[in-house]
């Protein structure tokens, strides 16, 4: 077994990854699966850091080595569900890539297969999977509907605590890394110059949000969260910069800097989709946004102007709903219950209003069905969730793709984490296409000149990232 060992170590290290499918499927590589599956064992070494913000730092820019790239940071923010501060994913063992087509089934397969840890996403569009669906609107960024990746180098932080986690084929590489690591700082000054335009006018936006309010009166929906994109054509730009500057900004919960290959997203996102622990379920669905002021009175009357106004705990407490009802699919009969309902979070750039809805599931339970019961995620859909998916196509002009997605990884345990994609840039490099969207939830109570002024809000961190 050693013998066979080293010849598939040699044979794999000269690969740049593989395929998922193209190993664990095909009855040729049956004795290299073999091999695989005691590859696929971790080396594991904990190591104390004594400056865990200098680390973080310094893990980020020597991840830019690699093709794959996940780095998760929870900027410290107090949260009660948290495993930890910051998580680093790199270097494809092997990963799966599709486009919505029976795409819940192939990663169901896939995560099966690996029992490992997997990092990766699910773009919006992956909803045409679940039901009749379509998204036909422009699109400039040519993400993958799905990907996901078995990291051959994981690193876990907690407080000062790294566990570094390695396969076994990469044995040799762990000490030098951490060498590199500690050695590996950039300080730089973002200096672009990036035309932005609006896909949709101002004037456009109004007269589809009355429209959309027509749909709400005649009684076809109740909600829908309506988004448009800001843009910027033969763009190059330097992605992990942006990414540090737009986090240092929000400091968000979860923030994501992610990369395969050309293709970026720099996200700062408050909101978390989907996490699971164990047998318990957790949603946490944001709706409902007041401005920051630096005025300490102010702020805390536009905090509490948020927690007290008719409108935005309506569009939360929908959504709730719309959650309780997705999470029944795969719940524990009575399990679903709504642990926090509008509580009121703070955060650098705004007031969030955010609920916690939790269920308790089987342990037959496949962690991809919770997912595909589930997505998209309320909050960037509406209720009822088809209704409002399909006239959001009618009346957007981009497709969404990753952004109002989810990143986030599943553990070996079956366990998993998901955020949702807001407050995010979008970067192509081959198509030197950079794109962010940004959008509100629409009610029968909703102003369009209001909702308009919500979304310049939300778009005020990327603009000034970019300005």
Not at 343 to 350: A, H, M, N, P, S
Not at 356 to 381: A, D, H, K, Q, Y
């Amino acid at each position: 077994m050693n013998f066979l060992l080293n010849v598939v170590l040699c044979l794999l290290k000269s690969m740049p990854k593989i395929s998922a499918y193209s190993i664990l499927t095909t009855n040729y590589f049956i004795v290299i699966l073999s091999a695989i599956k005691i590859i696929s064992l971790r080396t594991i070494i904990s190591k104390k850091i004594n400056n865990p913000e200098l680390f973080k730092n310094q893990l980020l820019h020597w991840s830019q080595q690699f093709r794959e790239v996940v780095f998760l940071d929870s900027n410290n923010y107090h949260q009660q569900q948290s495993s930890f501060d910051c998580v680093l994913a790199v270097d494809a063992f092997t990963s799966v890539k599709t486009d919505y087509h029976n795409a819940f089934e192939d990663l169901k397969q896939y995560q099966q297969q690996t029992k490992d840890w997997l990092f990766g996403y699910l773009s919006y569009d992956v909803k045409n999977d679940i039901e009749e669906l379509y998204s036909n609107n422009f699109d400039g960024l040519y993400f993958p509907d799905l990907f996901f990746f078995q990291p051959k180098k994981l690193f876990l932080l907690k407080g000062n605590q790294l566990e570094v986690q390695y396969l076994r084929l990469c044995d040799d590489e762990i000490e030098s890394d951490l060498i590199g690591i500690e050695n590996n700082c950039k300080l730089s000054i973002i200096n672009y110059q990036l035309s932005i335009k609006q896909r949709i006018s101002k004037e456009s936006y109004l007269s589809k949000v009355n429209k959309m309010l027509e749909y709400i009166h005649r009684g076809d929906i109740y909600e829908a969260n309506f988004c448009m994109e800001f843009y910027a054509e033969n763009a190059t730009v330097e992605p992990i910069e942006i990414y540090q500057k737009l986090n240092a900004i929000s400091k968000p919960p979860f923030a994501i800097f992610f990369k395969n290959k050309e293709q970026y997203l720099l996200c700062a996102s408050p909101e978390r989709y989907l996490r699971k622990e164990g047998y318990k379920i957790i949603s946490q669905p944001i709706k409902g946004t007041a401005k920051r002021f630096s005025d300490e009175t102010l702020d805390n009357n536009s905090k509490k102007e948020l927690e007290q106004n008719p409108k935005e705990r309506s569009e939360n407490i929908m959504i709730v709903d719309l959650v309780r009802n997705d999470l029944s699919h795969t719940a524990i009969k009575g399990s679903v219950e709504v642990e926090e309902l509008c509580g009121i979070y703070t955060f650098d750039q705004v007031h969030q209003m955010i609920s916690t809805v939790v269920s308790t599931v089987e342990n037959t339970i496949s962690p991809v069905e919770i997912l595909r019961t589930t997505f998209p995620m309320g909050s960037m859909t509406g209720a009822p969730k088809i209704s409002a998916m399909k006239i959001i196509e009618e009346l957007e002009e981009s497709k969404r793709g990753l952004y109002s997605g989810a990143v986030g990884y599943f553990t070996p345990n079956n366990d998993f984490d998901f955020n949702v994609v807001i407050r995010s840039i979008l970067y192509n490099a081959k198509e030197k296409y950079l794109s962010f969207s940004v959008g509100s939830a629409i009610t029968s109570q909703s102003n369009p000149e209001q909702e308009y002024e919500e979304c310049l809000l939300k778009a005020k961190a990327m603009f000034e990232v970019l300005s």
